[in-house]
């Protein structure tokens, strides 16, 4: 029976109650030129596409118990009972099937992150060394947490997503201009770099959360810290929305400015207003973040502030926060000025209120749809 289940674009992965990991999908085949996708168009003909493969077994991990399975928009990643990371290319995994009289099985050997914490020995207990306890995936990068509290990050950094340093502006070499931040269309370059702890955000971590391309961490403190790319005001920093009147930067005045458009730095605003934004972009400024930012808190209700969250999970462009609440009916909200407290009704509810779990939702990011 299948306890986890993760699925791609063109292909899926599962894990069962024993701890084995399955893999299927279809395979990739050479990709047509335009010219012969229409001719085949006209002919009413279909478009080649690659074979399907089952559900195979990964034999390779077999010996280690998969307590987590995750994937990217190119590869696999299983958690094991130790605390190993295991990942390994779905493409490769799909045409190393091998198909028997038993059930289809992939021979081919995961590979792990350089730099991750995993203990070497077997014999060596799992509470006595340190190793990876959790991880989140996202389409193009990956995070993890370790027994000690610190997040390790690998994968694509075009937009800071991997809290690594990226170039202030994007410029074109041939004339000079400033030109938006680009992904590239290739597979990321997933063991470019070792896995290094990311020594930005301050305290031990208890969860991390990946999305298409920005990252945060939520820490033990209730912090949560947001980079990666803004450009949906998916980071939680508040309303960082360019204006008109920040084409020329903040504090430039003339035509003299146009020589400087891109070169003036996000600017934090004061630190006194706890829901202003955390910064502010020029007009030309990439609106992404590669050094850990708090996020902005959730506006309070009735005056009465919201605890820290209790999870964050990230999608593609938007970001999901989860507080504890309290029901409307026994909220303990303070009395109107035409009141002079609560009824006793109400002071017997918020009593009972103890007993009763509510959570309320936040959410910031693509609103498009």
């Not at 299927?24 to 279909?46: C, H, N, Y």
């Not at 799909?94 to 014999?123: H, M, R, V």
């Amino acid at each position: 029976m299948w306890k986890q289940v993760a699925l791609g674009k063109r292909f899926g992965a599962a894990r069962d109650e024993k701890g084995r990991v399955y893999v299927w999908g279809q395979k990739k085949v050479a990709e047509l030129p335009e010219a012969d996708k229409r001719r085949l168009r006209r002919m009413e003909l279909p478009i080649p596409e690659g074979a399907y493969v089952p559900p195979l077994l990964l034999k390779s991990l077999q010996g280690h118990e998969a307590v987590d399975l995750q994937i990217s928009e190119d590869r696999v990643f299983v958690l094991t009972s130790r605390g190993r990371v295991l990942t390994g290319s779905i493409e490769d995994l799909l045409n190393s099937a091998d198909d028997s009289e038993t059930t289809p099985a992939a021979s081919i050997q995961p590979t792990e992150f350089e730099g991750l914490p995993t203990i070497k020995w077997w014999w060596v207990p799992r509470s006595w060394g340190n190793s990876i306890r959790c991880m989140s995936v996202g389409r193009r990068h990956a995070g993890f947490i370790d027994d000690y509290g610190h997040t390790y990050m690998v994968g694509d950094n075009t937009f800071g997503q991997c809290g690594r340093k990226i170039k202030a502006k994007n410029v074109n070499p041939e004339d000079g201009t400033l030109m938006p931040i680009q992904e590239s269309r290739e597979p990321p370059e997933w063991f470019k770099d070792p896995a290094k702890p990311l020594l930005s955000v301050p305290g031990k971590a208890s969860q991390v959360s990946c999305g298409g391309r920005h990252t945060m961490v939520l820490g033990e403190d209730g912090r949560v810290w947001a980079f990666g790319d803004d450009s949906r005001i998916q980071l939680a920093l508040g309303d960082t929305r360019s204006k008109p009147q920040d084409m020329l930067g903040p504090g430039k005045r003339g035509w003299q400015s146009i020589y400087n458009m891109g070169d003036e730095k996000m600017h934090r605003l004061e630190d006194n207003n706890p829901h202003a934004p955390r910064v502010q972009y020029s007009y030309y400024d990439p609106h992404c973040q590669w050094r850990p930012k708090l996020t902005q808190q959730p506006p309070p209700r009735s005056g009465k502030p919201f605890t820290s969250p209790l999870w964050v999970h990230l999608g593609n462009k938007i970001s999901v926060f989860c507080h504890e609440d309290e029901p409307d009916w026994a909220s303990k909200r303070p009395p109107e000025e035409s009141q002079e407290g609560l009824s006793i009704l109400d002071e017997e509810k918020a009593r009972r209120s103890k007993d009763v779990e509510c959570n309320i939702l936040f959410a910031c990011g693509e609103n498009l749809y």
